[in-house]
């Protein structure tokens, strides 16, 4: 029998987008069903005439995928709601579904197979979005669950460890496909996804390897165009674990990542030109990288990404987004603010930047030990992390101290928490039991 769903307020902390997304996620992953009202209701509306918050298109996007891939039963999920209820099918009753001969995951994995098709050789998904909303926040809606989610059905070979660590997998890759906007306003640039995110979890945190391939780049500014990202992973295997992990003692400073996308290549070479001056006046002897330098082709895109890289391999990003036509003056601003951000980032003496810190609390929290996350003076922590951390006590019934530190639920790939927790309630009312008997 499914338990009473968990009530979330979506007005709580910070209360947009963010809670919804980790809610959700982690709703998919335990089989916990929940309920969120006032969705994103500290968000105000672009038009007066509009109500504030409610869920929009990107958001549709990933929970209508992870309701398909846990096939839960949804009511409110449509644009504009400002609830939501999310009731995922529970674990034996999931297993037996995608045991039936045309169910796979809600059927939203197509299997490629080899030449003879006696093996699969990956599972494949899609997720469509008609509007540049961003890739990268559906990727941190639905990564937890690419992740650790495992069923028979999904291919895994199984594993025996009860704590494999450090990004082992027995399992078929997956490919995932998402259409959206690769560059957008208020929303992190597949550029940080690639430079910062992605070596930060796979390196320092331990999950397994990560690869993405932009088909088609997608904007908000400008002329609004829908792009396209494919991603290639490996989930854990059943039954394995992810490690605690320590981010400390960041380390000096070695190199910055300089990535430039301009309306043309004068603009483009006048922003290097500028990024450079300011950048060796206070590092006159680190070494400058440029991964990435493309022409945007239209005056109203203009994006910048520094990333500092230390000596032990942490990475610490800040950006811009120009969302108006670009000139001389606009170059110097673009270039002037994100070198400033990024040194008051340094100043701060954390591991992680700001933008970094939420995308951390699902792992900690579904981590096997203590994570620690250095985030500088103070351990300072944003209103993201802050909301990111609530949601995830709430459904995991864990804490983060003072300093952002957590006891990790110890999550076994595939396993039912909800199952666990019952068990674990059980033995501690049975020991209460023992213990009134023997006082009688």
Same mark, same amino acid.
């Given at each position: 029998?499914?338990?009473?769903?968990?009530?979330?307020?979506?007005?709580?902390?910070?209360?947009?987008?963010?809670?919804?997304?980790?809610?959700?996620?982690?709703?998919?992953?335990?089989?916990?069903?929940?309920?969120?009202?006032?969705?994103?209701?500290?968000?105000?509306?672009?038009?007066?005439?509009?109500?504030?918050?409610?869920?929009?298109?990107?958001?549709?996007?990933?929970?209508?995928?992870?309701? !398909?891939?846990? *096939?839960?039963?949804?009511?409110?999920?449509?644009?504009?709601?400002?609830?939501?209820?999310?009731?995922?099918? *529970?674990?034996?009753?999931?297993?037996?579904?995608?045991?039936?001969?045309?169910?796979?995951?809600?059927?939203?994995?197509?299997?490629?197979?080899?030449?003879?098709?006696?093996?699969?050789?990956?599972?494949?998904?899609?997720?469509?979005?008609?509007?540049?909303?961003?890739?990268?926040?559906?990727?941190?809606?639905?990564?937890?669950?690419?992740?650790?989610?495992?069923?028979?059905?999904?291919?895994?070979?199984?594993?025996?460890?009860?704590?494999?660590?450090?990004?082992?997998?027995?399992?078929?890759?997956?490919?995932?496909?998402?259409?959206?906007?690769?560059?957008?306003?208020?929303?992190?640039?597949?550029?940080?996804?690639?430079?910062?995110?992605?070596?930060?979890?796979?390196?320092?945190?331990?999950?397994?390897?990560?690869?993405? *391939?932009?088909?088609?780049?997608?904007?908000?500014?400008?002329?609004?165009?829908?792009?396209?990202? *494919?991603?290639?992973?490996?989930?854990?295997?059943?039954?394995?674990?992810?490690?605690?992990?320590?981010?400390?003692?960041?380390?000096?400073?070695?190199?910055?990542?300089?990535?430039?996308?301009?309306?043309?290549?004068?603009? !483009?070479?006048?922003?290097?030109?500028?990024?450079?001056?300011?950048?060796?006046?206070?590092?006159?002897?680190?070494?400058?990288?440029?991964?990435?330098?493309?022409?945007?082709?239209?005056?109203?895109?203009?994006?910048?990404?520094?990333?500092?890289?230390?000596?032990?391999?942490?990475?610490?990003?800040?950006?811009?987004?120009?969302? !108006?036509?670009?000139?001389?003056?606009?170059?110097?601003?673009?270039?002037?603010?994100?070198?400033?951000?990024?040194?008051?980032?340094?100043?701060?003496?954390?591991?992680?930047?700001?933008?970094?810190?939420?995308?951390?609390?699902?792992?900690?929290?579904?981590?096997?030990?203590?994570?620690?996350?250095?985030?500088?003076?103070?351990?300072?922590?944003?209103?993201?992390?802050?909301?990111? !951390?609530?949601?995830?006590?709430?459904?995991?019934?864990?804490?983060?101290?003072?300093?952002?530190?957590?006891?990790?639920?110890?999550?076994?790939?595939?396993?039912?928490?909800?199952?666990?927790?019952?068990?674990?309630?059980?033995?501690?009312?049975?020991?209460?039991?023992?213990?009134?008997?023997?006082?009688?």
């Amino acid at each position: 029998m499914a338990p009473e769903p968990l009530t979330l307020d979506g007005r709580t902390l910070e209360g947009g987008g963010q809670l919804l997304r980790l809610a959700v996620s982690l709703s998919a992953l335990t089989y916990l069903p929940i309920h969120i009202f006032s969705i994103r209701a500290n968000r105000a509306p672009r038009r007066a005439s509009r109500p504030a918050g409610g869920l929009k298109a990107a958001h549709l996007a990933a929970v209508e995928w992870l309701a !398909r891939a846990s *096939q839960a039963e949804t009511t409110g999920m449509e644009k504009g709601s400002p609830k939501l209820d999310f009731r995922p099918l *529970q674990r034996g009753e999931f297993l037996r579904e995608t045991k039936k001969k045309d169910v796979k995951d809600g059927a939203v994995w197509n299997d490629v197979y080899d030449v003879d098709g006696s093996r699969v050789l990956r599972r494949e998904t899609e997720i469509q979005l008609d509007s540049p909303g961003s890739v990268c926040l559906i990727l941190q809606a639905i990564l937890p669950y690419l992740l650790f989610h495992s069923s028979d059905a999904a291919g895994s070979e199984g594993g025996t460890a009860s704590n494999v660590g450090q990004g082992t997998t027995s399992s078929v890759p997956l490919r995932v496909t998402i259409n959206g906007g690769t560059n957008v306003s208020k929303s992190p640039s597949i550029e940080y996804i690639n430079q910062v995110l992605i070596p930060m979890l796979v390196e320092k945190v331990g999950i397994p390897p990560i690869t993405s *391939q932009i088909i088609k780049r997608g904007w908000s500014s400008g002329r609004a165009d829908v792009g396209a990202v *494919q991603f290639d992973l490996t989930p854990f295997s059943t039954k394995s674990k992810l490690s605690e992990f320590h981010f400390k003692e960041r380390g000096e400073v070695t190199k910055l990542h300089v990535s430039l996308l301009a309306s043309d290549s004068a603009a !483009r070479n006048k922003l290097k030109k500028m990024v450079i001056e300011r950048i060796l006046a206070r590092h006159p002897d680190i070494e400058i990288l440029f991964p990435v330098e493309e022409d945007t082709k239209n005056g109203a895109r203009l994006y910048l990404l520094i990333v500092a890289e230390t000596s032990n391999g942490y990475r610490l990003g800040r950006d811009c987004l120009w969302e !108006r036509k670009s000139n001389a003056s606009m170059l110097e601003t673009v270039a002037n603010n994100v070198t400033k951000q990024l040194e008051e980032e340094l100043e701060r003496g954390g591991c992680v930047d700001e933008y970094m810190q939420d995308q951390l609390v699902a792992f900690q929290a579904l981590a096997d030990g203590r994570s620690v996350v250095d985030s500088g003076k103070d351990m300072y922590a944003t209103l993201h992390t802050k909301t990111a !951390r609530w949601v995830a006590e709430q459904l995991l019934g864990l804490a983060f101290d003072e300093r952002g530190t957590c006891s990790g639920c110890g999550f076994e790939a595939g396993e039912d928490l909800l199952a666990r927790t019952k068990t674990e309630r059980d033995v501690e009312e049975s020991a209460e039991e023992l213990e009134r008997l023997e006082i009688r």
